[in-house]
């Protein structure tokens, strides 16, 4: 080992000092440039909007909103223009760390979403709580971009996510454009007013269960001085290409305090990160035997059941709901059981968005779609929809899609499938209903629902019922997607009791 002289070494450190170059100035990085540009936008926007202290005065406020909802993914048919839903409104409490999320349609509760001081659970309750996971990811989310001044806090409280895009011009305006990734890693893309400084749109990027990437946006607008602190009383939302929400702020109120009792934790309240994301992977489900070779999935989704039968030759899924990942879980769940057959066909029973959402994960892995002519397009979309953020895989270029009109059949004896098209009903125009005759049961999506309870049919359940009686088919069960198995005479006399209340009025 050399061994160097330490007068010698502190010699040539001293030489090498007379001649080094004095350096230059270290060059901004271009991401720290653009984060810096950002806080410069986002620092303009807090000043138009009343300040910090103006904004912070939210952290103890009560609002509430009124909405016009069109109901996505919801109409007669793939492509027409959702309809429009009865006007609801919005309340939010927020006081620091917890908030009360109330959701009504005319003077009815249909859900309020609690999180408490810590975040550490969440609680949803009211009698529309069907998807409490996705519900508890999406509210507090919903609740930030409702008003332009709590995203623009949220923004300036994630300073490492920030950067600037430089700016924009459209419709004769400019917009500074900053993005950051919130909380939970969606990315939001902010447009703020270079005249005023005011927020105009808030955009996200999702990936959506049919059209994968997918732009949800809010526009703000009526800026008007509260006390203070400038907010927007008109608010779009969009989602895609389409109109999903028109809100009017009806009120803000500054220091009000929810009631205590909505923040003492339920039993049932769900543990965690409220905004955490719900699970994508596959999930093992429970599956019960009906017959030999007939499967039911109950709760495939919350609330969602589906079925399988299997064939020589391959098996037959029914029903195709909410999401890839369920859609997933259904997958792995045949699977186990059924390692050696091969899913072949899978049957949405209607293109509804909550029914069509799983399409894509029979889609790339080859399963032909079964369904009737007017859905064939929709389908092909879905398959060749790009995906880049959630769903695993991208687009797929060929899809096997198969169609009947008026009913079609698989299978023999008590696996017998009898596929038929309901439609036109008032709840879309085409709607696929499976009877089994070896078990007199019958399994349908929407025009049916069961929770225990024999109540008066509505339009739909009335309208599917005349369908029914022109097939004479032989029932004695009816198995609902929503909810519990029916007798043939439980449907019945609902049917019997909605005839009734259809005269009265």
Same mark, same amino acid.
């Given at each position: 080992?050399?061994?160097?002289?330490?007068t010698a070494?502190?010699?040539?450190?001293?030489?090498?000092?007379?001649?080094?170059?004095?350096?230059?100035?270290?060059?901004e990085?271009?991401?720290?440039?653009?984060?810096r540009?950002?806080?410069?936008?986002?620092?303009?926007?807090?000043?138009?909007?009343?300040?910090?202290?103006?904004?912070?005065r939210?952290?103890?406020?009560?609002?509430?909103?009124?909405?016009?909802?069109?109901?996505?993914?919801?109409?007669?048919?793939?492509?027409?223009?959702?309809?429009?839903?009865?006007?609801?409104?919005?309340?939010?409490?927020?006081?620091?760390?917890?908030?009360?999320?109330?959701?009504?349609?005319?003077?009815?509760?249909?859900?309020?979403?609690?999180?408490?001081p810590?975040?550490?659970?969440?609680?949803?309750?009211?009698?529309?709580?069907?998807?409490?996971?996705?519900?508890?990811?999406?509210?507090?989310?919903?609740?930030? #971009? +409702?008003?332009?001044?709590?995203?623009? /806090?949220?923004? &300036?409280?994630?300073?490492? !996510?920030?950067?600037? =895009?430089? %700016?924009?011009?459209?419709a004769?305006s400019?917009?500074?454009? #900053? +993005?950051?990734?919130d909380?939970?890693? /969606?990315?939001? &893309?902010?447009?703020?007013? !270079?005249?005023?400084? =005011?927020? %105009?749109?808030?955009?996200?990027?999702?990936d959506?269960?049919?059209?994968?990437?997918?732009?949800?946006?809010?526009?703000?607008?009526?800026?008007?001085?509260?006390?203070?602190?400038?907010?927007?009383h008109?608010?779009?939302?969009?989602?895609?290409?389409?109109?999903?929400a028109?809100?009017?702020?009806?009120?803000?109120?500054?220091?009000?305090?929810?009631?205590?009792?909505?923040?003492?934790?339920?039993e049932?309240?769900?543990?965690?990160?409220?905004i955490?994301?719900?699970?994508?992977?596959?999930?093992?489900?429970?599956?019960?035997?009906?017959?030999?070779?007939?499967?039911?999935?109950?709760?495939?989704?919350?609330?969602?059941?589906?079925?399988?039968?299997?064939?020589?030759?391959?098996?037959l899924?029914?029903?195709?709901?909410?999401?890839?990942a369920?859609?997933?879980?259904?997958?792995?769940?045949?699977?186990?059981?059924?390692?050696d057959?091969?899913i072949?066909?899978?049957?949405?029973?209607?293109?509804?968005?909550?029914?069509?959402?799983?399409?894509?994960?029979?889609?790339?892995?080859?399963?032909?779609?079964v369904?009737?002519?007017?859905?064939e397009?929709?389908?092909?979309?879905?398959?060749?929809?790009?995906?880049?953020?959630?769903?695993?895989?991208?687009?797929?270029?060929?899809?096997?899609?198969e169609?009947?009109?008026?009913?079609?059949?698989?299978?023999?004896?008590?696996?017998?499938?009898?596929?038929?098209?309901?439609?036109?009903?008032?709840?879309?125009?085409?709607?696929?209903?499976?009877?089994?005759?070896?078990?007199?049961?019958?399994?349908?999506?929407?025009?049916?629902?069961?929770?225990?309870?024999?109540?008066?049919?509505?339009?739909?359940?009335?309208?599917?019922?005349?369908?029914?009686?022109e097939?004479?088919?032989?029932?004695?069960?009816?198995?609902?997607?929503?909810?519990?198995?029916a007798t043939?005479?439980?449907?019945?006399?609902?049917?019997?009791?909605?005839?009734?209340q259809?005269?009265?009025?």
């Amino acid at each position: 080992m050399k061994r160097y002289c330490r007068t010698a070494t502190i010699a040539v450190a001293a030489a090498l000092s007379v001649v080094r170059p004095t350096p230059a100035v270290a060059q901004e990085s271009d991401a720290l440039s653009k984060q810096r540009e950002a806080q410069e936008v986002l620092d303009r926007a807090v000043g138009a909007l009343g300040g910090p202290e103006a904004i912070g005065r939210l952290k103890t406020a009560r609002v509430e909103l009124a909405s016009t909802l069109a109901n996505v993914g919801q109409g007669a048919t793939p492509g027409t223009p959702p309809a429009e839903q009865p006007p609801g409104s919005v309340i939010m409490h927020a006081e620091g760390g917890r908030a009360v999320f109330e959701n009504y349609q005319g003077e009815n509760l249909t859900f309020r979403f609690v999180r408490d001081p810590a975040g550490s659970w969440a609680h949803i309750s009211g009698p529309n709580t069907v998807n409490e996971v996705e519900l508890a990811a999406a509210i507090p989310f919903l609740s930030r #971009v +409702t008003l332009s001044p709590m995203i623009v /806090r949220e923004a &300036t409280e994630r300073p490492e !996510a920030l950067r600037s =895009l430089g %700016s924009e011009s459209s419709a004769g305006s400019t917009f500074d454009v #900053v +993005t950051y990734a919130d909380p939970v890693g /969606r990315q939001v &893309t902010l447009y703020f007013d !270079a005249s005023s400084g =005011l927020l %105009s749109r808030a955009e996200t990027v999702a990936d959506h269960a049919q059209f994968g990437d997918q732009v949800t946006a809010v526009d703000f607008s009526d800026y008007r001085d509260l006390d203070g602190l400038q907010v927007p009383h008109k608010l779009v939302r969009r989602q895609g290409d389409l109109v999903a929400a028109q809100t009017t702020l009806t009120s803000l109120e500054f220091g009000v305090t929810a009631d205590p009792a909505l923040f003492e934790k339920p039993e049932d309240a769900t543990e965690g990160q409220p905004i955490a994301l719900p699970p994508t992977g596959p999930r093992e489900l429970e599956v019960e035997e009906l017959a030999e070779g007939v499967f039911l999935v109950p709760n495939a989704a919350p609330n969602y059941n589906a079925m399988f039968v299997v064939y020589d030759d391959g098996i037959l899924v029914l029903e195709t709901p909410q999401t890839p990942a369920v859609s997933q879980a259904v997958i792995a769940t045949i699977r186990k059981q059924l390692p050696d057959v091969p899913i072949r066909w899978a049957v949405p029973t209607h293109y509804h968005f909550d029914h069509s959402g799983g399409l894509y994960g029979y889609v790339r892995e080859g399963v032909t779609i079964v369904t009737t002519p007017g859905n064939e397009e929709f389908v092909r979309e879905v398959a060749a929809a790009p995906r880049t953020l959630g769903s695993p895989g991208g687009g797929v270029d060929h899809v096997s899609v198969e169609t009947f009109v008026g009913s079609r059949s698989f299978g023999e004896g008590s696996r017998r499938v009898e596929l038929y098209d309901v439609g036109p009903n008032p709840h879309v125009d085409e709607i696929i209903v499976a009877y089994l005759p070896g078990l007199d049961l019958l399994f349908v999506a929407d025009l049916f629902s069961f929770q225990g309870d024999v109540n008066p049919a509505n339009q739909n359940a009335l309208a599917f019922a005349e369908k029914l009686e022109e097939l004479d088919l032989d029932l004695a069960t009816v198995l609902p997607v929503h909810g519990e198995r029916a007798t043939a005479e439980q449907f019945w006399e609902s049917v019997r009791l909605g005839q009734e209340q259809a005269e009265e009025n």
